[in-house]
Structures are given as structure tokens and as C-alpha cells.
């Protein structure tokens, strides 16, 4: 009598590696996924604070500081941001300083307005400079 064969391929192997490929690929998928998170610019029409699209805050050559054209000393200059920024939902500022001012009087002035409460700020990277 001759003996029969059996020529079912054993799958049992195949379904193991491909369930530990699909739990390798489940756990590597979200940390693969990193980036930066921006912030683009709006194109709506003004809304309720007057119109006034965003805050530049400039650090002169001479020291003096400015919020878009008024003139701030530096000891007023948080309360001065927490008046501006109380009433706006859009907590964002600007800031530029010459070229000729040393970055840690920069990093100051970021203090100050993390201090008085903006969430968002960005640096204006073009040279400045009033000379």
C-alpha cells in the first residue's frame, strides 16, 4: 500500500511572523510620526481687537523699546503687555531688536512677555537696524 501525502503547506509559522510584524509596526508608527508644530498666517478680515493684526515689540540700539510705535520703559513694559494682551484671544507677539543689541538683553525682554502671560512668540529674524 503506498502511503498518501499530505500537501498542506503549515501556515501556523506564517500567521506568528506576520502577527509580531503587524505589533511591530503598531507600536513604531507613532513614534515615527514626529514634527514641528507651526503656526501659519491667517487670511481673515480683522477681527474684534480693532483691527490691529499683531504686536511687534522692537528692541532699539539704544536700549529704548517700542510696541508697534509706542514708546514703553522697561520697568512699565510687562504691565504695559499685560494691558494690551488682557482683552485679545490671539496671545502673540513679535519681537526684533537691532542687530548691535548683545541676545541676552533679548532673551530678557522674552522673559518679561512669557511673564506677563503671551502664549505664542516669534522672533523676527530680518536684520533691524536704525543706524
Not at 6 to 24: A, K, Q, T, W
Not at 70 to 91: A, F, G, H, P, W
Not at 104 to 121: F, N, P, R, W
Request: charged share 20%; aromatic share 4%.
Amino acid at each position: 500500500m503506498a502511503q498518501q501525502v499530505n500537501s498542506e503547506p503549515n501556515v501556523v509559522p506564517l500567521c506568528d511572523i506576520l502577527l509580531v510584524l503587524l505589533i511591530i509596526f503598531m507600536v513604531i508608527t507613532p513614534v515615527a510620526q514626529k514634527g514641528i508644530d507651526i503656526k501659519l498666517p491667517e487670511t481673515q478680515a480683522p477681527g474684534p481687537e480693532g483691527g490691529q493684526k499683531g504686536i511687534v515689540l522692537t528692541l532699539e540700539h539704544d536700549m529704548s523699546i517700542k510696541i508697534n510705535a509706542l514708546q514703553v520703559s522697561r520697568d512699565m513694559l510687562e504691565n504695559e503687555l499685560r494691558n494690551i494682551y488682557q482683552t485679545r484671544t490671539d496671545k502673540t507677539i513679535f519681537i526684533r531688536a537691532d542687530e548691535s543689541i548683545n541676545y541676552g538683553e533679548v532673551l530678557k525682554i522674552i522673559d518679561v512677555a512669557k511673564g506677563a502671560g503671551i502664549d505664542v512668540l516669534g522672533v523676527i529674524p530680518e536684520r533691524y537696524s536704525t543706524q
